[in-house]
C-alpha cells in the first residue's frame, strides 16, 4: 500500500543517515583527539581507570624528583666518607712511621694535626640543600626506625583502590669529632675490682667484668651492643654499653682502647680489652691475660715491680671520630695506632653503608622510570585510538553517507509517483 501521508521508506533512510553521521562524528572526533576514549560519556569505566593511572604517573613524576634529590644527598654523604677515609689513612702513615723511634715525632704530630683539621672540615661542609648525614645534626629516626632521613621511594596502590607512600630509610653516619662524656659511673659498663697491683702475681689480680649494653626499651637488658641510632636506645642511660663507647684500660704506662663494635657480647668486650692492651704494648711475659669465665678479663702482674696503678674509664662519644683530637705520636704513639685504627673502619663503615642506600636508591630510580613508561604505555592501550582502523572506518562512513543521502532522495520522491495514477 502506497501512502502520501506516510513515507516509511524516507523515515528508515533517515534514520540510517542519522546513525552513519553519528558514527562519521566520533570517528571525526577520533581523528580530532588521537583517543579512543575521550571523556567519560565515551566509556565511562575506561576513562575513570584511565585517569586513575595518570594521576599515578604524575605521581611517580615527583618520586622521581625525590628519588635524584636523595641520591645527591646520600652522594655528598658518601664522597664526604670516602674523603675522610683517605685523610684517616693518612693519619695512619705518619701514626705508623712514629712508631720508628728515630724520627721527628714533634713534626709528625703536626701534620696529624693539620690532617685533623681537614677532616672536620670536610665533615662539616658535607650538606646537600641543608642536609649533612656525616656530622651528627640529624636527630630523626626514618623507616628503618634509626637516626635518620627518609627518602619518598614509591606509591603502593593496593587491590582495593587504596594507596600509601613508602620510603627509603637512609642511616645517619656520625662522623664528628665531639668529644665523649665519662660513663663509667654506669653498674654496666664494666669495673676494675683494684686499683694497684701488686709484685709477683699470687693473688693480688685486676678483674674487669659486670658489662651490659642498652637495649630498645630505653634500659641496658640487651644481650649484645647496638646501635646508638637503633629506635628505643636512650643514649642517656648509663648502665650499659652501645655500639662506639670507648673502653680504655691502663696498667703503669700502657693505656689500651676498645672501641664496642655491633653485635658485641660481653665476652668480646673482655676479649677486646685484652687485645687492646696487648697491642698497645703490655708484655705477656710480664702480665698473664685469663678470659676463662666468658665476660671477665684477668689480668695477673708476674714482674717484680710493686703498685703499679690501675685505672679503668668508659666515655660516650657522640662521633665516630670523637677521639681524633686525642692522638698524639709525641707522647703515646703506641695508643694512637690502636685509636686510629677503630676510626677507620668507623668511616669505611659509613662510606660503604651510603654506598649500598645509594645503589639502592639508583635502582628504585630506574624502576620507577620503567614503571612510568609501562603505565603510560597502558594507558594509551586504554584510550588511543587506533588510526589505521579510524581512517579505514572514516572512509566508509562517507561513502555510507553519501549512500545515505541518496537512499533518502529516492525515498522521497516515491510520493511523487503516486500523481500518475491520477491522470
Request: no cysteine; charged share 20%.
Given at each position: 500500500m502506497s501512502s502520501i501521508l506516510t513515507n516509511n521508506g524516507a523515515m528508515v533512510a533517515l534514520q540510517t543517515l542519522k546513525s552513519i553521521n553519528s558514527d562519521l562524528g566520533k570517528t571525526q572526533s577520533m581523528i580530532s583527539t588521537g583517543k579512543e576514549v575521550a571523556s567519560a560519556k565515551d566509556n565511562a569505566a575506561v576513562w575513570a581507570i584511565s585517569k586513575t593511572m595518570e594521576a599515578d604517573v604524575k605521581g611517580f613524576k615527583a618520586i622521581s624528583d625525590s628519588l635524584s634529590l636523595g641520591q645527591s644527598t646520600?652522594?655528598?654523604?658518601?664522597?664526604?666518607?670516602?674523603?675522610?677515609?683517605?685523610?684517616?689513612?693518612?693519619i695512619k702513615g705518619k701514626i705508623v712511621a712514629a712508631q720508628e723511634e728515630n724520627v721527628d715525632r714533634g713534626k709528625l704530630?703536626?701534620?696529624?694535626?693539620?690532617?685533623?683539621?681537614?677532616?672536620?672540615?670536610?665533615?662539616?661542609?658535607?650538606?646537600?640543600?641543608?642536609?649533612?648525614?656525616v656530622d651528627g645534626s640529624n636527630t630523626g629516626s626514618n623507616a628503618n626506625g634509626n637516626t635518620g632521613i627518609d627518602i619518598l621511594a614509591s606509591l603502593d596502590r593496593n587491590s582495593s583502590g587504596g594507596?600509601?607512600?613508602?620510603?627509603?630509610?637512609?642511616?645517619?653516619q656520625n662522623l664528628s669529632t665531639t668529644a665523649g662524656t665519662d660513663i663509667t659511673t654506669g653498674t654496666g659498663t664494666g669495673s676494675a675490682d683494684i686499683s694497684t697491683l701488686a709484685a709477683n702475681g699470687g693473688a693480688d689480680l685486676v678483674t674487669i667484668t659486670g658489662f651490659t649494653f642498652l637495649d630498645t626499651s630505653g634500659a641496658a637488658a640487651a644481650s649484645a651492643a647496638l646501635k646508638g641510632s637503633t629506635a628505643?636506645?636512650?643514649?642517656?642511660?648509663?648502665?650499659?654499653?652501645?655500639?662506639?663507647?670507648?673502653?680504655?684500660?691502663q696498667i703503669g704506662d700502657i693505656k689500651g682502647t676498645y672501641r664496642v663494635s655491633e653485635g658485641d657480647t660481653n665476652a668480646s668486650v673482655a676479649t677486646?680489652?685484652?687485645?687492646?692492651?696487648?697491642?698497645?704494648?703490655?708484655?705477656?711475659?710480664d702480665f698473664a691475660f685469663d678470659l676463662t669465665t666468658a665476660g671477665t678479663l684477668t689480668i695477673e702482674n708476674l714482674t717484680s715491680?710493686?703498685?703499679?696503678?690501675?685505672?679503668?674509664?668508659?666515655s660516650r662519644g657522640s662521633g665516630r671520630l670523637?677521639?681524633?683530637e686525642d692522638i698524639n705520636v709525641s707522647t703515646d704513639p703506641a695508643t694512637a695506632l690502636s685509636s686510629i685504627e677503630d676510626m677507620l673502619t668507623g668511616a669505611i663503615d659509613a662510606a660503604a653503608s651510603f654506598g649500598s642506600v645509594e645503589g639502592r636508591l639508583e635502582?628504585?630510580?630506574?624502576?620507577?622510570?620503567?614503571?612510568?613508561?609501562?603505565?603510560?604505555?597502558?594507558?594509551?592501550?586504554?584510550?588511543?585510538?587506533?588510526?589505521?582502523?579510524t581512517s579505514a572506518r572514516l572512509q566508509a562512513l562517507q561513502v555510507q553517507q553519501q549512500l545515505g543521502v541518496q537512499s533518502l532522495s529516492i525515498a522521497n520522491q516515491a510520493p511523487q509517483s503516486i500523481m500518475s495514477l491520477f491522470r
Open positions: 646520600v652522594a655528598v654523604g658518601r664522597n664526604a666518607a670516602e674523603t675522610v677515609t683517605d685523610l684517616l689513612t693518612d704530630q703536626t701534620d696529624i694535626s693539620a690532617l685533623t683539621e681537614q677532616i672536620k672540615s670536610v665533615v662539616g661542609a658535607a650538606q646537600f640543600n641543608g642536609q649533612n648525614l594507596i600509601a607512600a613508602s620510603s627509603i630509610g637512609v642511616d645517619t628505643g636506645v636512650d643514649l642517656n642511660e648509663t648502665n650499659g654499653l652501645v655500639v662506639g663507647d670507648a673502653v680504655e684500660l677486646g680489652i685484652k687485645d687492646a692492651m696487648q697491642n698497645a704494648g703490655l708484655s705477656t711475659d715491680e710493686a703498685n703499679i696503678g690501675v685505672s679503668y674509664e668508659v670523637a677521639s681524633l635502582t628504585q630510580a630506574s624502576f620507577i622510570s620503567s614503571l612510568s613508561d609501562s603505565l603510560k604505555s597502558g594507558i594509551g592501550a586504554m584510550v588511543d585510538a587506533d588510526m589505521e582502523e
